[in-house]
T-cell receptor, first 114, second 112 residues
Framework: DGGITQSPKYLFRKEGQNVTLSCEQN?????MYWYRQDPGQGLRLIYY???????QKGDIAEGYSVSREKKESFPLTVTSAQKNPTAFYLCASSIRHSSPDTQYFGPGTRLTVL | GENVEQHPSTLSVQEGDSAVIKCTYSDSASNYFPWYKQELGKRPQLIIDIRSNVGEKKDQRIAVTLNKTAKHFSLHITETQPEDSAVYFCAAVKTSYDKVIFGPGTSLSVIP
């Protein structure tokens, strides 16, 4: 999992601002995912992408947007439409075999709205 | 829709005792079941996984069992140590083209 990085580690945003979280992997993984985690809570899927130039909404996509222009990169934009964006954001990636395989997580970005 | 339930939500054990966390899944087509450990403020990390063609898998103090008929799987940690304290997530997956369905997590505390 050392091959998947997220930046920045901590991010502060004023209300009404858009902010973009970076996720990069050098594992040659096909699929990438974004999760949101609130304190003491589980993992909720925001968006995922199985292949370049294609992505699908997860369970809580409202107020977020993504792009997948390169296999290695899957940035997440938290827009001003997301009313409660303060959370821990985790990116993950996995390889696509004929059978499912492990997701590897990045170290996370902690976003705080001031 | 697909769902994974996980019990208990919190678990406290004395150091050296065993801990068991149980998960049930709803989609009988699920065939891959990973377990992740997440320490406070850190990323989830895979600790063990099992595929549907296997009933049990063991790795040192950690073991996972799978009952496909009953659609449940369990994590067993023996001889627990304080560093086992963390949140544990189970998950179920159908194919590599499907999203992973995570359980809500179990917070394990090992008391020295």
């Amino acid at each position: 999992d050392g091959g998947i990085t997220q930046s920045p580690k901590y991010l502060f945003r004023k209300e009404g601002q858009n902010v973009t979280l970076s996720c990069e992997q050098n594992l040659n993984h096909d699929a990438m995912y974004w999760y949101r985690q609130d304190p003491g809570q589980g993992l909720r899927l925001i968006y995922y992408s199985q292949i370049v130039n294609d992505f699908q909404k997860g369970d809580i996509a409202e107020g977020y947007s993504v792009s997948r222009e390169k296999k290695e990169s899957f940035p997440l934009t938290v827009t001003s439409a997301q009313k409660n964006p303060t959370a821990f954001y985790l990116c993950a990636s996995s390889i696509r075999h004929s059978s499912p395989d492990t997701q590897y997580f990045g170290p996370g970005t902690r976003l705080t709205v001031l | 829709g697909e769902n994974v339930e996980q019990h208990p939500s919190t678990l406290s054990v004395q150091e050296g005792d065993s801990a068991v966390i149980k998960c049930t899944y709803s989609d009988s087509a699920s065939n891959y079941f990973p377990w992740y450990k997440q320490e406070l403020g850190k990323r989830p990390q895979l600790i063990i996984d099992i595929r549907s063609n296997v009933g049990e898998k063991k790795d040192q103090r950690i073991a996972v069992t799978l009952n496909k008929t009953a659609k449940h799987f369990s994590l067993h940690i023996t001889e627990t140590q304080p560093e086992d304290s963390a949140v544990y997530f189970c998950a179920a997956v159908k194919t590599s083209y499907d999203k992973v369905i995570f359980g809500p997590g179990t917070s394990l505390s090992v008391i020295p």
